[in-house]
């Protein structure tokens, strides 16, 4: 079974910058597109950014802008360098990658901005 694994997650002063990454422990094959998703405390899933097969990115409006999302399909892995930090960006960031058929998903990685 393919794992995700994230990296980068930490304490960061507001108007600081941090980069996270997500690299698959196999091969994942007919990849459709790559994601990442934060959660708050009591709020729902939300996307933050997306990069099709094709190279096409979206953000959620509060990131647009700050937040950059990239990947390395050789290496199966998708990152996200978030700049400007803001306290609301504080979450548990997750990264996803999704086939026709599946969507993995990682652990999760703890992202703090403090003042």
């Not at 507001?14 to 405390?41: D, E, K, T, V």
């Not at 399909?73 to 803001?86: C, E, G, I, P």
Request: proline letters at 1%; one cysteine or more; a positive charge.
């Amino acid at each position: 079974q393919v794992q995700l694994v994230e990296s980068g997650g930490g304490l960061v002063q507001a108007g600081g910058s941090l980069r996270l990454s997500c690299a698959a422990s196999g091969s994942i094959f007919g990849i459709n597109g790559m994601g990442w998703y934060r959660q708050a405390p009591g709020k729902q899933r939300e996307l933050v950014a997306g990069i099709t097969s094709g190279g096409s990115t979206n953000y959620a409006d509060s990131v647009k802008g700050r937040f950059t999302i990239s990947r390395d399909n050789a290496k199966t892995t998708v990152y996200l360098q978030m700049n400007s930090l803001k306290l609301e960006d504080t979450a548990v960031y997750y990264c996803n990658i999704f086939t026709q058929f599946y969507h993995y998903w990682g652990q999760g990685t703890q992202v703090t901005v403090s003042k």
